[in-house]
Structure formats: C-alpha cells, structure tokens
C-alpha cells in the first residue's frame, strides 16, 4: 500500500491511531475488491458450511442466524467470542512471523501446549507469588520462552541441515500433546482431587486479572490487541522486519543485501513460537486457571491460528479482524449444537470452504464488476506489504 | 516363549505399517511429479470415514472400500484443482484440504455416530503358507487388504522405473520446462500421480477403519499421512526403501504397543511410548536430512511454459 503523502517523522501514539485508521479505510474502501469478495466469501462460506446442516435438519440460513445470534447476540456471547479470540489472535500473530518469512511453522499447536506447560508450572511455583505482580510477568516470560525454545527446535534443524521444517514442527505437535498430556495425567502438576484430570491451579498471583465482571473475559485480550499494533510497527518499522520481508521475498537475493538469513529464520521461528507459547499462557492465566487434559479438550488454537493467518493475508490488523470474526464463528457453533442440535464441529467445515474460497480468489477477483488490471489481488503470500 | 512375542510384534509391525507403507506409496507417485501433497492426511480421514460409511449402510465391507477410495480419490483431485489449475501454493493448499477434511468428517461422523462396530476384513490367512513355523503368522495371517498393500510396492516399483508412464512422471518431477518441451503434458501427468495418491491415501483410510480397527473416530489418522510424507523421504521417494522405511516405523509403533500392553514401565509411561514413533520419525529425518535427493521441481510452482 503507497501512502499518499509522507509520514511525520515523529512515531506518536496519534500517529499509529490515525496509521491504524488508513488501513481500515484502504481495506473497507479503497481496496475495494478485497473486501467485497472478502464479504462474499464469507458468506458463501457460511453458507455453503451451512448446507451441511441438511443433514442434521436445518437449513443454512437459520444456522447462519443462530451461529450470529450465539457468537454476538449477547453480553455472554460477546464476551465468550473475546475469550475465544485471544489465544488465537496471539498464536496467528506468530504464524503471521514465520509465513512471512516463507518459514512454514506448523507447529503453533504444538508450540501453544508448550505453553500451557511453562504456565501451569511457573504458576504454581508458590515461593514466586511473593513477587505479586511480578509472578504474572515471569509466568508470561518463560510462557513465550518455552513456545521459542520449542520453535526453534526446527529452526535450528531447518538452518543447519536443511532438514524439512514442515514435517519436524507437524510431527512435534504430536510430541508436545502427549507431553501435555503426561503433564495433566500423571506428572507432579496433576490436580489429584479434580474429577476430570487436570494440572493444579495457578497460583491468583498469576492470572490475568478480569476485564469485565460476570464473564469469563481477561485481560488478554488488551495484551493481544497490543502485540498486534507492535507486530505492524516490526513489520514495517524495524530492521528484523525488513529481514523478514526480503528472506521471504528471495532468500538469495537477500545474502547479497547483507541480511544474516540463518539467523533471520531462527528469531523468526523463535518469535513465532513464543508468541504462540503466550497464546497458551493467556488460556491457563487468563481463561482457565489451569491446564486440561488435551485428550478432553483440545480448542486446536495452533491450527485455527494458520487458518486466521492466512485468511488474514498475514496482515496483524487483518487478524485481528479475522481472529474475532472466527471467535464469533466459535462461539456461535456451539449455541447452535445447544440451540438446533447440530454437530459444532461444521464451524471447521466452514473455516475450510472459507479457505478454499480463499484460495481461489484470485479467480473470484478477477469476474467482478470492479476489477481493473490494478485492483487484481496478488496470491495470500505475497500480499505482506 | 520369546519367539512368540518376537513373532507377535513383528506381525504387528506390518499390520501397523500397512497404511502408511500404502499413503507413502501414492504420496511417492505425487512427490514424483513435483507436488508436495500434505493433504495426505486429509485424504486419509475421508477415506476413513467413508468406508466407514459404505460399510455401516450397506454392511458389505467390500462397498466401504470402493467409497472410501473414491473419496481420497476426490480429496486428491480437490488438491490437483488448486495446485496444478489454480497454481496455489502447495503447502498452504495442502494444509486447508486436511483441515477441512477433518471438519468434515467430524462432522458427519457426529450425524451418522462414530464408534460403531461395523463389517469388516478379517484375517484371512493365505491356506497352506501361513502354517511355515515363522514367516506364516507374521506375512500371511493379515487381513485381506494387507496382501494388496504388500503387493503394491512391487507393482509401484514397476510403474515407476519400468513404464513409460513412470518416466513421464519422473521427468516432471526433474524439469516441467524441459518435459513440456518434449511434448509431456505436465499438467495432466500431475493430476493423474495426484489422483493415484488420493486413491492410495483413501486405501490406507479404508484400511484404517475397516482392516485394523473396525470402526471410525474422531481424527483417527492421527498424523499417519504426515508419517506417510516422511516415510516418502526416509525412502528416498523409491517403493522398496519406502517399505523398508515403513517397517521400520511399524516396528516401533508395534513395540511401544506391546510395551504398553505387557506394562513393562508403569502407567506414567504410555504417553511417552504414544511419542516415540513421532519422535523416531523426526529423528530419522533429521539423520536422512543431507542424503536423499527430492525430485528437482518438489513443490514449486510451475505455470506452464511461455507461449
């Protein structure tokens, strides 16, 4: 996107707001076939997903409806639909660092169990809750260490003996459930006298603190919101930004411009996994207290956060967008298995249609009214600018 | 005493390397046209599920088959529409195949319910060779399917190096430019291997839930296609090192489960041993990293020659 005039040189805070205001606008207005296939897509996604609920005896737009009416129709949805957002949001943020890169870490999910662990584990540590507020901030820190120490695992892998990222993060997600799974069955953490097997709670030194009375949202959701304006500003602003822009655009081309590729590839992988080890630290700290059994519950954020991610166009402020959209998606399944009685696992038929439509959008783009030359969309990869 | 756990696991061990020996076998024919199918797992759990639809239906286990490899078949062709027509990206394709595929077939095996026992292969010893004292119990007691599998890596091994098809494939797999330039239509080469991993990918799914267990649940491939995508690798991309690959994993997977079973280690251990055939997969890969050598074209996009 070119801007029309040049930015002030000063980075004020009414600089980035009325920054984040130029990009809506461009997205909402300017790029306008982007949003309105964007739009129809959406709904030919929740549509043709909804289709599915034939099957279970209801028709797509009641589904639609009701889907709506669940995840925005009330303080409680809306609320839910936040609580929902927050860890995808942070783990899509991640993805977002490493498909930029051209890095495919596919291992958000396995990252985020990751951190539910470092969580669980530095929150119980009762000599810490001395600290007070300080325990929360060591129980985020080593959260998103643990998630980049786990992420760069592959990194490391991937740098110094080319092997194939895709299949050690895929593989090692496998690997950090059944870890987590240990953790909440049969590991010291374990809460013995819970019904359902789970960790212990957290010390109340290190939850996220409540942001609206009644609900069951958190703070996290001002964290997230924060680390998606600071991903923008290191995105466009910082030199590990730009490294990241041009490794992904030609990883040759950038040697030649004195970019340190093996050590771009390895913060990023660092980065993105932490971020998503913080998106499992806002579930136990913020939603939970504790950590459940994977096998009982299994929200598969890390899959959810590449399926944002790339819908998003790898964009932070397209995922925050995105990753509320598929909160309300999220939320408003379930009321609909209460309400009509239909399965919740459609919300991923959906997410698919969603991408697939996606993915042919070029295609899509390309037979509406309003597509000149110019306005054609680049494929999801390459629109990181 | 000892031979028989001996025989017992490494019967197991082809029991349990069967479906990824078979998704490896048409992922190998994919990767051999230069696409990196990750939708192998998707294909998998369609296959999966539909057969475990045929078969609930129509209680004819032979029905469940044909529907479940017509519907990896389907999951392949989706994929080929993306990549090779649309020219997506591989990866990001592949990706959103298998999560909407697990949608899917969650979903519909919620409407129909999941776990249920339905007709299935049994074994099927092969009449006078499985009575050889060791040999018979561990290669001819299988299930029905299982002798198919086995049989299909020397066929594979055929087509692939002996047939003009296999060479076709191999040459898109090296240089498209160059193969379309000798008249090779690249694209349809690619959808067919596509295709010929789908249906592959939908074979081991059948299996899956009408050969080794006999039922379907919630993502049960478990990351078996993601195995199969390794084994290709460990394997070099030729059918007899792939089986060679898959033995070996069926051999661990089938040595944490007897593990477990005569509860060697406590009950702590079994997540642990859950993670050892994932954790030797890495390792293996991480071992093979800088020896085996991908089909040149592996994943790149190619948009057909300059006209």
């Not at chain 1, 300080?134 to 820190?141: A, G, P, Q, R």
């Not at chain 2, 045929?54 to 209680?59: A, Q």
């Given at each position: 996107m070119?801007s029309?005039?040049?930015?002030?040189?000063?980075?004020s805070?009414?600089?980035?707001?009325?920054?984040?205001?130029?990009?809506l606008?461009?997205?909402?207005?300017?790029?306008?076939?982007?949003?309105?296939?964007?739009?129809?897509?959406?709904?030919?996604?929740?549509?043709a997903?909804?289709?599915?609920?034939l099957a279970a005896g209801n028709?797509?737009?009641?589904?639609?409806?009701v889907?709506?009416q669940?995840?925005?129709?009330?303080?409680?949805?809306?609320?839910?639909?936040?609580v929902?957002?927050?860890?995808?949001?942070?783990a899509a943020?991640?993805?977002?660092?490493a498909?930029r890169?051209?890095?495919?870490?596919?291992?958000?999910e396995?990252?985020?169990?990751?951190?539910?662990?470092?969580a669980v584990?530095?929150?119980?540590f009762?000599?810490?809750s001395?600290?007070?507020p300080?325990?929360?901030?060591?129980?985020?820190?080593?959260s998103?260490?643990?998630?980049g120490?786990?992420?760069?695992?592959?990194?490391v892998l991937?740098?110094?003996?080319?092997?194939?990222?895709?299949?050690?993060?895929?593989l090692?997600n496998?690997?950090a459930f059944?870890?987590?799974?240990?953790?909440?069955?049969?590991?010291?953490l374990?809460?013995?006298s819970?019904?359902?097997?789970?960790?212990?709670t957290?010390?109340?030194?290190?939850r996220?603190?409540?942001?609206?009375s009644?609900s069951?949202?958190h703070?996290?959701?001002?964290?997230a919101?924060?680390?998606?304006?600071?991903?923008l500003?290191?995105?466009?602003?910082?030199?590990?930004?730009?490294?990241i822009?041009?490794?992904?655009?030609n990883?040759?081309?950038?040697?030649?411009a004195?970019?340190n590729?093996?050590?771009?590839?390895?913060k990023?992988?660092?980065?993105?996994?932490?971020?998503?080890g913080?998106?499992?630290?806002?579930?136990?700290?913020g939603?939970y207290?504790y950590?459940?059994?994977?096998?009982?519950?299994?929200?598969?954020?890390g899959y959810?956060?590449?399926?944002?991610?790339?819908?998003?166009?790898?964009?932070?402020?397209?995922?925050?967008v995105?990753?509320?959209?598929?909160?309300?998606?999220?939320?408003?399944?379930?009321?609909?298995q209460?309400?009509?009685?239909?399965?919740?696992?459609?919300?991923?038929i959906?997410?698919?249609?969603?991408?697939?439509?996606?993915?042919g959008r070029?295609?899509?783009?390309?037979?509406?009214?309003?597509s000149?030359?110019e306005?054609?969309?680049?494929p999801?990869?390459?629109?990181?600018e | 005493?000892?031979?028989?756990?001996?025989?017992?696991?490494?019967?197991?061990?082809?029991?349990?390397a069967?479906?990824?020996?078979?998704?490896?076998l048409?992922e190998?024919?994919?990767?051999?046209?230069?696409?990196l199918?990750?939708?192998?797992?998707?294909?998998?759990?369609m296959?999966?599920?539909f057969?475990?639809v045929?078969?609930?239906?129509?209680?004819n286990?032979?029905?469940g088959?044909?529907?479940?490899i017509?519907?990896?078949?389907l999951?392949?062709l989706?994929?080929?529409?993306?990549t090779?027509t649309?020219?997506?990206?591989?990866?990001?394709?592949?990706?959103?195949?298998n999560?909407f595929?697990?949608g899917?077939?969650?979903?519909?095996?919620h409407i129909?319910?999941?776990?249920q026992?339905?007709?299935?292969?049994?074994?099927?010893?092969?009449?006078v060779?499985s009575?050889?004292?060791?040999l018979?119990?561990i290669l001819?007691?299988?299930r029905?399917?299982a002798?198919?599998?086995?049989?299909?890596?020397?066929?594979?091994?055929?087509?692939?190096?002996?047939?003009?098809f296999?060479?076709t494939?191999r040459?898109?797999?090296?240089?498209?430019?160059?193969?379309?330039?000798?008249?090779?239509?690249?694209?349809?080469?690619?959808?067919?291997?596509?295709?010929?991993?789908?249906?592959?990918a939908?074979?081991a799914?059948?299996?899956l839930?009408?050969?080794?267990?006999?039922?379907?649940?919630e993502?049960m491939?478990?990351?078996?296609?993601?195995?199969?995508?390794?084994?290709?690798?460990?394997?070099n991309w030729?059918p007899?090192?792939?089986?060679?690959?898959?033995?070996?994993f069926?051999f661990?997977?089938?040595?944490?489960?007897?593990i477990?079973?005569?509860?060697?280690?406590?009950?702590w251990?079994?997540?642990?041993?859950?993670?050892?055939?994932?954790?030797?997969?890495?390792?293996?890969?991480?071992?093979?990293?800088?020896?085996v050598s991908?089909?040149?074209?592996?994943?790149?996009?190619?948009?057909?020659?300059?006209?």
């Open positions: 070119q029309t005039q040049k930015p002030p040189r000063k980075t805070i009414q600089y980035w707001i009325k920054k984040s205001f130029r990009y606008f461009h997205y909402l207005f300017e790029a306008r076939s982007t949003f309105i296939s964007s739009l129809i897509i959406i709904i030919i996604g929740l549509l997903g909804g289709t599915f609920a028709d797509p737009f009641t589904v639609l409806y889907i709506i669940g995840g925005i129709g009330s303080k409680h949805g809306l609320t839910e639909t936040l929902k957002t927050v860890p995808i949001l942070l943020l991640g993805v977002a660092f498909f890169t051209k890095v495919w870490n596919i291992g958000a396995g990252q985020v169990q990751v951190g539910i662990i470092a584990w530095v929150g119980t009762m000599n810490l001395i600290l007070g300080l325990h929360l901030f060591f129980v985020m820190l080593i998103f260490v643990a998630g120490l786990w992420g760069i695992i592959p990194g991937k740098v110094k003996r080319r092997v194939n990222e895709i299949l050690i993060t895929l090692m496998y690997i059944w870890l987590l799974y240990y953790v909440t069955n049969f590991s010291f374990r809460d013995w819970a019904i359902q097997p789970r960790s212990l957290i010390a109340a030194s290190a996220l603190p409540k942001l609206i009644g069951r949202l703070v996290g959701i001002l964290l919101l924060f680390l998606s304006f600071l991903t500003y290191i995105f466009e602003k910082t030199r590990f930004g730009f490294s822009k041009v490794v992904g655009s990883p040759e081309a950038a040697k030649y004195g970019t590729v093996s050590k771009t590839i390895m990023v992988f660092f980065v993105s996994a932490g971020l998503a913080l998106a499992g630290m806002t579930e136990v700290s939603l207290g950590a459940l059994d994977p096998v009982v519950l299994n929200p598969q954020i959810t956060a590449i399926v944002v991610a790339l819908l998003a166009g790898l964009h932070p402020l397209g995922i925050v995105v990753s509320t959209l598929l909160g309300i998606l999220l939320t408003g399944a379930n009321y609909m209460v309400v009509l009685g239909v399965p919740s696992s459609m919300a991923m959906i997410e698919g249609v969603i991408l697939m439509l996606v993915l070029e295609i899509i783009a390309k037979h509406l009214p309003f000149t030359k306005t054609k969309i680049a999801i990869k390459e629109r990181c | 005493m000892v031979v028989e756990i001996v025989v017992l696991l490494l019967a197991s061990t082809v029991r349990l069967l479906p990824i020996l078979i998704a490896a048409g190998t024919f994919a990767e051999r046209s230069g696409m199918n990750l939708g192998v797992e998707g294909g998998i759990l296959g999966a599920l057969a475990y045929g078969s609930l239906y129509t209680g286990a032979f029905v088959l044909a529907l479940g017509s519907a990896g078949m999951t392949g989706l994929f080929a529409y993306f090779v649309l020219s997506a990206d591989q990866i990001v394709t592949g990706l959103v195949i999560i595929a697990l899917l077939t969650t979903y519909i095996g129909i319910g999941m776990h026992s339905v007709t299935s292969f049994s074994e099927f010893p092969i009449p060779l009575d050889i004292p060791i018979g119990p001819f007691n299988q029905l399917l002798y198919v599998g086995m049989l299909l890596v020397p066929v594979f091994s055929i087509i692939l190096f002996k047939t003009q296999g060479l494939v040459a898109v797999g090296e240089d498209p430019l160059a193969a379309e330039t000798v008249g090779i239509k690249v694209n349809r080469t690619r959808y067919i291997s596509i295709i010929l991993g789908g249906l592959m939908g074979f799914g059948a299996y839930s009408l050969a080794f267990l006999s039922t379907f649940s993502g491939s478990s990351g078996r296609g993601f195995i199969a995508i390794a084994i290709c690798i460990l394997g030729s007899y090192r792939i089986l060679g690959a898959a033995i070996l069926g661990i997977d089938a040595l944490q489960i007897r477990q079973a005569l509860g060697l280690l406590g009950v251990a079994f997540p642990f041993l859950l993670m050892l055939p994932y954790i030797f997969a890495a390792i293996a890969l991480i071992g093979v990293a800088k020896k991908p089909p040149k074209a592996l994943a790149k996009v190619y948009k057909g020659a300059e006209k």
